[in-house]
């Protein structure tokens, strides 16, 4: 099976990493997560990127906040798919790493997720490497399952109460 590779701009990003690494975990993906900067560590983040495939990467997960090119100094080095995480900083909430993230040029794209949207740049990895994998299919076909079965059942409760 192919893995994820999640990078982060800074340790700071680690609780919405976190939560990507966790749902991997949940579908048994194997990933590797790694502090890379697009702007301190760039030859590090580029050698990461060019070797991605080569390396065994099917994916790869980028969280970012305030200027956030990580994800697009990625994407500019492989054809690897790129999903963005633009993360929440003190100044403008995140809506700066959201444009950061989102606004790629032609030719250079990057999946974008919810600023701090670990969980759903991980579930989109999973979607991606299911699409050659049935026994992955098959476990997100589940969740989605668990997912609805979780809300009726809240819906249920909520109409008992009123």
Not at 24 to 43: C, G, M, Q, W
Not at 56 to 74: D, E, R, V
Not at 78 to 90: A, F, H, M, Q, R
């Amino acid at each position: 099976m192919k893995k994820v590779g999640i990078l982060m701009g800074s340790d700071s990003d680690l609780p919405i990493v976190q939560k990507a690494a966790d749902t991997l975990k949940t579908f048994e993906i194997p990933f590797e997560v790694h502090v890379y900067s697009a702007h301190r560590t760039p030859e590090q983040a580029r050698d990461f990127a060019l070797h991605a495939r080569e390396n065994g990467f099917g994916a790869i997960i980028a969280a970012a906040g305030m200027a956030a090119h990580l994800a697009g100094a990625i994407a500019a080095n492989t054809t690897l798919p790129v999903i963005g995480i633009p993360c929440k900083s003190s100044t403008l909430d995140g809506i700066d790493a959201l444009l950061s993230t989102v606004q790629m040029p032609s030719g250079i794209p990057v999946a974008t997720v919810a600023i701090n949207g670990g969980v759903n740049a991980a579930l989109l990895c999973v979607e991606i490497l299911a699409v050659t994998d049935e026994a992955l299919a098959r476990k997100l076909d589940e969740k989605r399952k668990s997912d609805a079965l979780a809300v009726l059942e809240k819906d249920a409760a909520i109409a008992s109460r009123l």
